[in-house]
Structures are given as structure tokens and as C-alpha cells.
């Protein structure tokens, strides 16, 4: 229960990134603030590659270390290095390193959706910054919840050229005079009647009618002083917008986007965070209802269940040929026992290993379920020849002796051949980067479960072996009842010569081996021919890194040439989420140009995500 849960293993590597904004122009970003930090970068320790890009008013470093680097170690080496590039920085520059985060961590979104129609885009992006921000973000795993699209307000001063002349004022005047009057300042303390005091100065901006009545100069003759409203307006408009979203093609809407952190568990986390906003859902605004556009535990949920599936439906299949082929059920419960238990306990290394459970890992115990049980039947297959022996020679001696003789004559060899066929994947760990941590958890479970069934093969396997044989029968009525009981406990041994699955197989394999013995040549010609003919099929397979997914969810990603403004990206948003919609399949379209508020995305407008 504690084991981690995803879909696929986290391929991204140890990540940081630098995140600085400043309303300049790339050029100028470039050469004053990504420029600065990615040299200053370059001598941390362990560092793989440090990457720059700049764009209008956003500048993104990503500093790439060495596989197996923690990351928090390298967020700390990336803030010491910081510290000494960040007072060398223009003025207004701010920068801060983005979330413990990797790029597999949008685990979960979400839209604002007003039916009553009452509230506009700025008031429900006020309600995601200022409220369900905060109550998500608190939910242990999340790393960051990012906002996108909508409108965040902001005091807007229009100054007005021919004003400042007249009043003869210059703008930067003016500029000091905003900075300046949303502050406050501390006095010292007084004391009265036995009770201290404190003197303060209270001016913090409450509305645009504070704003306006600023002092940004007096008059020279009269002494009257020039308020801000004298040589502006001041009024609420919305900031400059670099990302915008759309819901089932209905027009402009607010999202959200649930960051989660390096190392947890997804589907704890995606479902911490439903479950914050079914406790939120009844203190939102009438009419305001939260609408998930994306949800990775449904993926989560399915890949796992497919795996689990296939790995029932795969002991039951080798329980039944093991049960077929002995035609014994005392010997044949052993193998059958030593699957689930070498499965089960191959969870308990995956959580001291930090391993998630996947669908590559849990693939690694699917694909050894047959091997598993291999020293297990060769134990069992010696064990029931011995006895069979024992009893055509007349059952002289004990038969505990005769069963732990046959267990040690093939004891150490089932050991060894089981750690051999573990070996076959240790090329494997020599991967290294996407491909070494897509696969790696894959042989890592796949050894694991091989190792423990070797160690049950010397260990639980003899003990069953020798605890349940039985060679008495039992002897009570109902006759049928105690059949049946010698059956399932104690069970019939047959010479292979007799045995009912031995005998089909000889009547079939005899021919077949004398007809090939017999022509050799044709044999050998009739199978180079065979694997000649598959070279052509070979080299028409196509490759993929990933196998498909069956998700549930598509991501139509088109491109538009630089330079696309908002609106547009805005109406060509619109337009096409307008006909993803007018698919039957299609249950709700979520689209998104430009970048969200978050450090974790760099998109441009000429990016469409939907």
C-alpha cells in the first residue's frame, strides 16, 4: 500500500530551473539575465548541461545534472551558485528556482466554470489565485498549483502628456510617487498611563481612490500639492496576458494546474486533491463549479488493473499446465504456492529501493511468472520420480529419506540456474539516461523476483515438500469421500511410461522425432528457410520508444509561426476546440496557448496544447 503508483516510470532528469521575470525584450534578457546565470552555473558540481531561453518579459535556465544526483542537493548547489550572480543583476529583475517537480508532474487540471454567468475572467482568476490556490497547494505531494488564462487585476495609471507639462512635472516624478505611496512606516513607542503604544503610519493602497490621491509634487506658487489624479487616471485594468485557455470551445476561461513533487506517489496525490476540492466545492461562489479537464489516476488505475489482470490470468495458466503435466495435486500445489509468494515478496525490496510500481516494473514480474516456478517443478519432478522408484521397489526405507535425497540432488543446481537466468538481464543497467530509467525498473523487478524464487527453491519449496508428502492412504467411509481426500493429499504415482500427459506426448513427439532424424537435410534446409523468410518482415516492423497507451486522453498539440498575438492564439484556440467537440467520442476538450503561470512551462502563443 505504501509503494508509490504510477503509470510509467518518471524518464526526466535531475532538473532545476531558474526562473527570472523582467519586462524587457529577449535580446536584452538574453545578454543581461540568462546570459549571467547560465555562466555563473557552469562550475557547479555535477552539473550535465545548463540550457538558456529567453523570451518577452521571462528568461528559463535549466540546469541538467548527472544521473542519480538528489535533488534537493542539487537545488541547494544552484542557490549557493545564485547567490553570487543576483546583486550583479539589473534592477527589477526577480528570480526564484521553480518547483521540486519533474516534467511528468502535471498530474492533474482543472477549470472554473461560472453557470451563472454573474462573474467575469479577472473575478474567477482572483478566486483561483487568492483561494483554491492555497487550499490545493497545502495538500501534501503538490509541489505548485500554476494558473492559466483569464485576467489578474492590477492598478493602472494612464498619465496624461499635456498635464505633466502643464504642472511641469517629469514621468519618472510620477513613477517615484506610485512606489512611494503604497507603504507604511513604524514610530516609536509611547507610554501612557501605565500602557505602551505604538506609532505608526498606515498607507496601504486600499482602492484606486488611495491611489489616485498620491502626491507627486506641489505647486511653486500657491504650495497646493499635485495629486496623481491631477496628471492621470488611475483605474483597474488586467496585466498583460501570455497564456489563455479554453473549455469545449465555449470562449476564454481559468484553469488550474496541479504541480506534484519528485517522488510521490501519484494517484495518493491526485486523489488528496479531489478530495480537497469536494470539501471546497461548497464554499465557492453560487453558480461557480470546479470542471476536471485532465486526470492521470484514471491511466494510473487502468494500467495497474491490465497488469494485475495479466498477472492472474497468468498463474492461473501455469497452474493449470503444472497441474496438468505432474498429474499430481500434492506436488503440483508447490509451484503453485512459490508464484504468488515470490511475487508478493518482491514488493518488499521495491520500497527500500525507492521503486515505483508501473507498468515496466510490474512487466518485469509478469514476464518471469513461468520462470518462477522452474526450480520449483524440477524439484518437485525429481522428488516424484524418487518416490515413484521407491514404491516399484517395494517402499523399503523411509520415504522422508528418499524425498530429502531427491530435494539435495538437485538443490544446487536449481539455485544456480535460476541466478543464471537473472543474470541474462543485467546488460540492462548499463543503460543509462531515458532509456536506462525506462527499462532499468523493469530488470530490476524481473532480478528480484528471480533472485527470491531462487532462494525459495532451497528454503520454502523442500519444507513444503517435505512437510505435506503423505505416502499413506486414507481409509474411511464414504468410500467416494475418502477417494477423493487420497486425491487431493496423498495423490497416485505413475511410471512416466503410464503417466495419462506423458503418453499423448509420446504418441505425438515419437513420429515427429523419427521423420525429422530421418531427414536431416530437408530439416535443416526447411529452418534456414524459415528464418530467411523473416528478414523481409523484420525490416518492415516499425519502432517505438513507448509502447501505445490506451489513455483515454489525446494531446493535439498543432504550431503557429512566431509572432502570433493573443487574440489570435485566443480565436484559433476557440476555433478548433469548436471542432474537436463536434466529435460523438469526444467527451470535453481543454486547450491552452502560451504559458501557464508556472516556471514548468516555457510555451509560446504559437504552442497550442489541447
Known amino acids: 500500500r505504501t509503494i508509490p503508483l504510477d503509470a510509467l516510470p518518471d524518464l526526466s532528469d535531475t532538473q532545476v ?11 536584452v534578457i538574453e545578454d543581461q539575465v540568462t546570459y549571467p546565470i547560465v555562466t555563473a552555473l557552469l562550475g557547479a558540481p555535477r552539473i550535465k548541461a545548463v540550457r538558456g531561453l529567453s523570451d518577452f518579459g521571462y528568461s528559463y535556465v535549466y540546469v541538467v545534472f548527472e544521473d542519480g544526483t538528489d535533488l534537493y542537493w542539487a537545488r541547494s548547489r544552484v542557490l549557493e551558485y545564485l547567490s553570487k550572480i ?12 521553480g518547483p521540486d517537480a519533474t516534467g511528468v508532474g502535471w498530474v492533474y487540471q482543472y477549470a472554473l466554470v461560472d453557470r451563472s454567468g454573474q462573474y467575469d475572467l479577472a473575478q474567477l482568476r482572483s478566486l483561483q489565485d487568492w483561494y483554491l490556490r492555497y487550499h490545493l497547494q497545502a495538500v501534501p505531494g503538490v509541489a505548485e498549483v500554476a494558473a492559466v488564462g483569464g485576467f489578474s487585476k492590477q492598478y493602472q495609471v494612464n498619465v496624461d502628456p499635456t498635464r505633466l507639462l502643464a504642472y511641469g512635472i517629469p514621468l ?19 507610554e501612557f498611563a501605565g500602557t505602551e503604544y505604538m506609532v505608526r503610519g498606515r498607507g496601504y493602497l486600499k482602492g484606486v481612490d488611495d491611489l489616485a490621491q498620491a502626491v507627486v509634487g506641489v505647486e511653486a506658487k500657491t504650495g497646493t500639492p499635485i495629486l496623481l489624479r491631477n496628471v492621470a487616471d488611475v483605474v483597474i485594468g488586467r496585466e498583460l496576458r501570455r497564456g489563455v485557455a479554453d473549455l469545449d470551445g465555449d470562449g476564454d476561461t481559468v484553469g488550474g494546474i496541479v504541480v506534484m513533487r519528485q517522488g510521490e506517489n501519484a494517484l495518493d496525490v491526485i486523489n488528496r486533491v479531489k478530495a480537497r476540492i469536494e470539501e471546497l466545492t461548497p464554499s465557492l461562489p453560487p453558480g461557480v463549479e470546479v470542471v476536471t479537464t485532465y486526470d492521470r489516476s484514471g491511466l494510473i488505475e487502468r494500467s495497474i488493473d ?10 492461473i495458466i501455469v497452474s493449470l499446465v503444472i497441474l496438468l503435466f505432474l498429474w499430481h495435486v500434492p506436488s503440483a500445489i508447490i509451484p503453485i504456492v512459490t508464484i504468488p509468494v515470490s511475487v508478493f515478496l518482491a514488493f518488499i525490496p521495491f520500497y527500500y529501493f525507492g521503486l515505483s510500481a508501473n507498468i515496466m516494473s510490474l512487466a518485469g514480474i509478469a514476464i518471469s511468472i513461468g520462470v518462477l516456478v522452474d526450480g520449483a517443478i524440477v524439484e518437485v519432478e525429481n522428488a516424484y520420480k524418487r518416490l515413484e522408484e521407491w514404491i516399484a521397489g517395494g517402499r523399503r526405507g523411509d520415504f522422508h529419506s528418499v524425498r530429502l535425497q531427491a530435494l539435495k540432488e538437485v538443490g544446487p543446481s536449481v539455485f544456480f540456474s535460476l541466478l543464471v537466468i537473472a543474470v541474462a538481464f543485467l546488460p540492462i ?16 523487478s524481473k532480478n528480484l523476483a528471480m533472485a527470491i524464487a531462487a532462494i525459495l527453491a532451497i528454503t520454502l519449496d523442500p519444507a513444503l515438500r517435505m512437510l505435506f508428502t503423505r505416502m499413506t492412504e ?17 495423490g497416485r504415482y505413475y511410471p512416466e511410461e503410464r503417466h495419462p500427459i506423458s503418453r499423448i506426448l509420446f504418441f505425438l513427439y515419437e513420429p515427429a522425432c523419427r521423420f525429422v532424424l530421418r531427414h536431416r537435410a530437408l530439416t535443416l534446409i526447411t529452418a534456414l528457410a524459415l528464418v530467411a523468410s523473416t528478414v523481409p518482415i523484420y525490416f518492415r516492423l516499425g519502432s517505438e520508444f513507448m509502447p501505445p497507451l490506451n489513455e483515454g486522453d489525446f494531446l493535439y498539440m498543432p504550431t503557429a509561426l512566431p509572432g502570433m498575438s493573443v487574440s489570435e492564439a485566443q480565436r484559433i484556440l476557440q476555433a478548433q476546440d469548436r471542432v474537436l467537440m463536434t466529435f460523438p467520442e469526444v467527451e470535453r476538450v481543454f486547450g491552452k496557448a502560451g504559458r501557464a503561470d508556472t516556471p514548468t512551462d516555457p510555451a509560446p502563443f504559437s504552442m497550442v496544447e489541447t
Request: no cysteine; hydrophobic share 45%; charged share 30%.
Open 306 to 315: 491490465t497488469l494485475l489482470h495479466a498477472l492472474s490470468e497468468e498463474m
Open 86 to 97: 543576483l546583486p550583479r543583476l539589473p534592477e527589477g529583475v526577480r528570480t526564484e528556482i
Open 17 to 27: 530551473i531558474v526562473y527570472s521575470r523582467w519586462d524587457r525584450s529577449p535580446d
Open 474 to 490: 486414507f481409509r474411511f467411509r464414504p468410500r467416494p469421500l475418502a477417494r477423493l481426500l487420497n486425491l487431493a493429499v496423498v
Open 172 to 190: 519618472t516624478q510620477v513613477i517615484d510617487a506610485v512606489r512611494k505611496s503604497n507603504d507604511e512606516v513604524g514610530g516609536r513607542l509611547m
Open 429 to 444: 543497467f548499463v543503460l543509462v539516461d531515458q532509456e536506462g530509467r525506462l527499462f532499468k525498473p523493469l530488470a530490476i
